[in-house]
């Protein structure tokens, strides 16, 4: 692995790490709304927030990768921090604006100007994304075109270096959000460390030669390499997977941080069977820290795991097991959020249906961590046949990561507004279903795009 290999990786998770502590300290300071002269926010408003970041990720992702195939792999994944570091610092004025005595505007007037203005910067960080990703994993995917066992570890890594990004930046928000708003603008700075890393650390043509520069590419190539390619057999279930993934990116933070609901925290004498919830908000900034902390460490051991078995296992056959695993999660997962009632019901001893959950939390948060690289080796396997399109094609890693993830916001914004952290386990668990369902028919046409390896 070439020095400019690693430094894309070490952009990538610098870059992401910052994608991470933006959306948690933006629910952070969504939760604080209010002491900083807003309103309280409901959790309906929080998953359309979320679904903004990926509808421009979904929309620009197509454009970017067609411009990272025309004018180099190396210009485009520039232009990512950049749009990160503008949304930053946007999003760190909102207290400013808040505050100000504008005369004609009223309080009211100006919440809501605040509330669009962090709408408006969800959307730069979506295209800060959208640039990034495509032009990344094109370069990746061309880097290790003619080294198989390069690109398995290439892939896991890649993987390891958003997850580890974004879950250090989620959990590190816990701790830069003790200096308040301002925490935005050290933000910032990261941001512009992974401009400088793209820029003076990797080695590539910032203009390919061929036939980009032909008139005939464009959207029409595209919509013909998408007819051509069998990049969509493996759409419904990483769209099925992401929709899961997604439901805790934004939805799963707010329902442990956000003020305890008293219809979800009666416990004593509970009025409804999801009544008693021990995940139902209450947590602070440091708890919710340390718990995902533990969760990134056990969810790197299960990518590099996972990442060492692309020799033995199918591509399918992984993602089967990371299903799988999730769903071990969400039942385990139930159970701590349901143990005072286990305790009260089964009559065993307080803090024992904890005890024995956790584990099962553990083993399948390690299980499904081997799905999304197992996903992207199969889409770079696909790039192979396209190999002057490879930004197109692996632009759509973006699009399908977009479609599950807008998804999984929009539902979990519901479900966790009705039936708080049960919500969010339930939706778990049926879109994991649903992205079991065609997995039979994408691995009856896996030897199409990727050479048979053992089941």
Same mark, same amino acid.
């Given at each position: 692995?070439?020095?400019?290999?690693?430094?894309?990786?070490?952009?990538?998770?610098?870059?992401?790490?910052?994608?991470g502590?933006?959306?948690?300290?933006?629910?952070y300071?969504?939760?604080?709304?209010?002491?900083?002269? @807003?309103t309280? !926010?409901?959790?309906?408003?929080?998953?359309?927030?979320?679904?903004?970041f990926?509808?421009a990720?979904l929309?620009?992702?197509?454009?970017?990768g067609?411009?990272?195939?025309? /004018?180099g792999?190396?210009?485009?994944?520039?232009?990512?921090?950049i749009?990160?570091?503008?949304?930053?610092?946007?999003?760190?004025?909102?207290p400013?604006?808040?505050?100000?005595?504008?005369?004609?505007i009223?309080?009211?007037s %100006?919440?809501?100007?605040?509330?669009?203005v962090?709408?408006?910067t969800r959307?730069?960080?979506?295209?800060?994304?959208?640039?990034?990703?495509?032009?990344?994993?094109?370069?990746?995917?061309?880097?290790?075109?003619?080294?198989?066992?390069?690109?398995?570890?290439?892939?896991?890594?890649?993987?390891?270096?958003?997850?580890?990004g974004?879950g250090a930046?989620l959990?590190?928000?816990?701790?830069?959000?003790l200096?308040?708003?301002?925490?935005?603008?050290?933000?910032?700075?990261?941001?512009?460390?992974?401009?400088?890393?793209y820029?003076?650390?990797v080695?590539?043509?910032?203009?390919?030669?061929?036939?980009?520069?032909?008139?005939?590419?464009?959207w029409?190539?595209?919509?013909?390499? %998408?007819?051509?390619?069998?990049? /969509?057999?493996?759409?419904?279930?990483?769209?099925?997977?992401?929709?899961?993934?997604?439901?805790?990116?934004?939805?799963?933070?707010?329902?442990?941080?956000?003020t305890?609901?008293?219809?979800?925290?009666?416990? !004593?004498?509970p009025?409804?069977?999801?009544?008693?919830?021990?995940?139902?908000?209450?947590?602070?900034?440091?708890?919710?820290?340390?718990?995902?902390?533990?969760?990134?460490a056990?969810?790197?051991?299960?990518?590099? /795991?996972?990442?060492?078995?692309f020799?033995?296992?199918?591509?399918?056959?992984?993602?089967?097991?990371?299903?799988?695993g999730?769903?071990?999660?969400?039942?385990?997962?139930?159970l !701590?959020?349901?143990?005072?009632d286990?305790?009260?019901?089964v009559?065993?001893a307080?803090?024992?249906?904890?005890?024995?959950?956790?584990?099962?939390?553990?083993?399948?948060?390690?299980?499904?961590? @081997?799905?999304?690289?197992?996903?992207?080796?199969?889409?770079?396997?696909?790039?192979e046949?396209?190999?002057?399109?490879r930004?197109?094609?692996?632009?759509?890693?973006?699009?399908?990561?977009?479609? @599950?993830?807008?998804? @999984?916001?929009?539902?979990?914004?519901?479900?966790?507004q009705?039936?708080?952290?049960?919500?969010? %386990?339930?939706?778990?668990?049926?879109l994991?279903?649903?992205?079991?369902?065609?997995?039979a028919?994408?691995?009856?046409?896996?030897?199409?795009?990727?050479?048979?390896?053992?089941?």
């Amino acid at each position: 692995m070439n020095s400019s290999i690693r430094n894309v990786l070490i952009g990538t998770f610098t870059l992401r790490f910052s994608t991470g502590l933006t959306g948690a300290m933006l629910v952070y300071f969504i939760a604080d709304f209010a002491d900083h002269g @807003g309103t309280e !926010v409901s959790a309906v408003v929080v998953g359309l927030f979320t679904a903004l970041f990926f509808v421009a990720e979904l929309v620009l992702s197509p454009p970017f990768g067609l411009l990272s195939d025309r /004018w180099g792999f190396h210009r485009v994944m520039q232009y990512g921090p950049i749009f990160g570091a503008v949304a930053v610092i946007l999003t760190g004025l909102v207290p400013l604006l808040l505050s100000a005595d504008l005369g004609v505007i009223s309080a009211a007037s %100006l919440v809501t100007i605040a509330l669009v203005v962090i709408g408006g910067t969800r959307l730069l960080e979506g295209a800060s994304t959208a640039a990034s990703v495509p032009s990344i994993l094109g370069y990746l995917a061309q880097s290790t075109a003619d080294d198989e066992g390069l690109r398995g570890k290439v892939s896991a890594r890649f993987e390891l270096a958003t997850i580890l990004g974004i879950g250090a930046g989620l959990g590190a928000a816990g701790v830069f959000w003790l200096l308040g708003p301002v925490a935005f603008f050290i933000n910032g700075a990261f941001y512009i460390g992974s401009l400088l890393i793209y820029r003076y650390g990797v080695t590539a043509p910032d203009k390919p030669a061929g036939p980009h520069h032909q008139p005939s590419y464009g959207w029409q190539r595209y919509v013909g390499l %998408l007819r051509r390619s069998h990049v /969509w057999l493996l759409a419904p279930t990483w769209i099925a997977v992401n929709a899961a993934l997604g439901l805790y990116s934004s939805q799963g933070l707010y329902a442990l941080v956000r003020t305890p609901n008293p219809l979800f925290n009666e416990c !004593v004498a509970p009025s409804r069977w999801f009544s008693c919830q021990l995940l139902a908000g209450g947590f602070d900034s440091l708890q919710v820290t340390g718990g995902l902390i533990v969760a990134g460490a056990v969810f790197v051991l299960g990518l590099i /795991w996972w990442g060492n078995r692309f020799k033995s296992y199918r591509r399918t056959t992984i993602i089967l097991f990371g299903i799988a695993g999730g769903a071990v999660l969400v039942a385990s997962a139930l159970l !701590v959020n349901h143990a005072v009632d286990v305790e009260r019901i089964v009559g065993v001893a307080r803090g024992l249906p904890i005890a024995l959950a956790l584990p099962g939390v553990a083993f399948g948060l390690f299980v499904l961590a @081997g799905a999304t690289p197992a996903a992207l080796g199969l889409l770079s396997d696909m790039s192979e046949a396209f190999p002057d399109d490879r930004g197109a094609i692996m632009g759509l890693y973006s699009v399908f990561l977009a479609l @599950g993830q807008i998804t @999984g916001a929009l539902i979990g914004g519901e479900m966790s507004q009705k039936f708080a952290f049960d919500g969010i %386990l339930l939706a778990t668990l049926v879109l994991l279903a649903i992205a079991l369902a065609p997995l039979a028919h994408l691995r009856r046409y896996e030897h199409h795009f990727s050479s048979p390896a053992a089941s």
